[in-house]
């Protein structure tokens, strides 16, 4: 199973009048500390090959452009933690920031980013600063323990429920699971 992927088809609703479009002349980069980070380094170039395969741009990280969606890791004087994932994104006109305290918050952000636009069939945001904390864990590895994996029952329609998903080295993993 392969995450989608091709051009995507035009909005069904209309952008906001003040939204902050991704469109030809932008870029994309990160600082010197996400270069040095290799979380952070794939989560940037997956987020450029999702707008050049389904929006057709070509994000830069010099040469003419004018503005950029910029990744940049704060840092928190603590050592990088897996569990924090949280970022906070700027918007304005002359371009989209994102801080976040380590790569794995770069790469919830160029996820969340690519899900959204993907979402929207556009790469736009509103303008203004939010803070935002992923709901739901990125863990790429084995199981954690206490894992969804367990067998159980719907107990309106007494069926089992199946949960599936594709683990990291690319196999299907499937499980049912009811609720409790």
């Known amino acids: 199973s392969r995450p989608p992927f091709g051009p995507l088809a035009p909005p069904k609703t209309a952008i906001p009048r003040d939204a902050v479009v991704v469109g030809p002349g932008w870029g994309v980069r990160g600082d010197a500390r996400t270069h040095e980070d290799e979380t952070s380094r794939v989560g940037i170039a997956d987020l450029k090959r999702f707008l050049h395969e389904s929006f057709g741009l070509t994000p830069e990280e010099n040469g003419k452009t004018q503005r950029f969606v910029t990744f940049r890791i704060t840092g928190t004087g603590q050592p990088p933690s897996l569990w924090n994932t949280t970022f906070r994104l700027s918007v ?14 770069v790469l919830r952000a ?8 993907r979402l929207r069939r556009c790469p736009w945001l509103a303008p203004g600063t939010r803070h935002v904390c992923p709901a739901v864990l990125l863990h790429i590895g084995a199981d954690l323990w206490g894992g969804v994996y367990h067998a159980g029952m719907d107990t309106r329609t007494r069926r089992r ?4 998903r594709v683990g990291a080295d690319g196999d299907k993993r499937h499980a049912y699971y009811g609720v409790v």
Do not use: P, Q, T
């Open 161 to 164: 429920r199946k949960f599936s």
């Open 110 to 117: 160029c996820l969340y980013l690519s899900n959204l636009w």
């Open 92 to 105: 304005d006109a002359n371009g989209i920031r994102v801080s976040a305290s380590s790569g794995h918050g």
